[in-house]
């Protein structure tokens, strides 16, 4: 992955020094085990961004290791991919920075994960989406 798309992603509440610490895959990355992000950020293909608290995610289900659903209060964010199994482990920790979509939508099987798409839906979002 380019430095470009990691610096392009870091956010205001992350330092250099939180940066460097952890992991960082093609599609999501990982804060150290040692301390825990507070929001989970989206990215999404069509450049929009959606950042969740961590507190508003009470549940998380993988499903076939392709499928990848998170509920919060009134919303739903699925995921869909290839082995999402380590994605999913890592936000049962709270230690996902950002989880963000492929840029195509094809696996070229390059990646130990791949993420094809995130949709978000629900009563939460609905009043600031535009129809």
Do not use: C
């Amino acid at each position: 992955m380019s430095s470009a798309f990691r610096q392009g992603h870091t956010d205001q509440e992350s330092t250099e020094a939180d940066f460097l610490i952890g992991e960082e895959h093609e599609y999501y990355a990982v804060h150290a085990k040692e301390s825990s992000p507070k929001r989970l950020k989206l990215y999404l293909r069509t450049s929009e961004r959606i950042s969740l608290p961590y507190s508003l995610l009470p549940i998380i289900m993988l499903v076939d290791g392709s499928k990848l659903y998170i509920k919060a209060h009134e919303l739903l964010v699925t995921i869909q991919g290839r082995n999402l199994d380590p994605l999913e482990e890592a936000l049962s920790l709270e230690h996902v920075k950002w989880i963000k979509e492929s840029p195509s939508g094809t696996d070229t099987l390059d990646a130990e994960t791949f993420v094809e798409s995130i949709t978000v839906e629900g009563k939460a979002i609905e009043k600031y989406v535009e129809p």
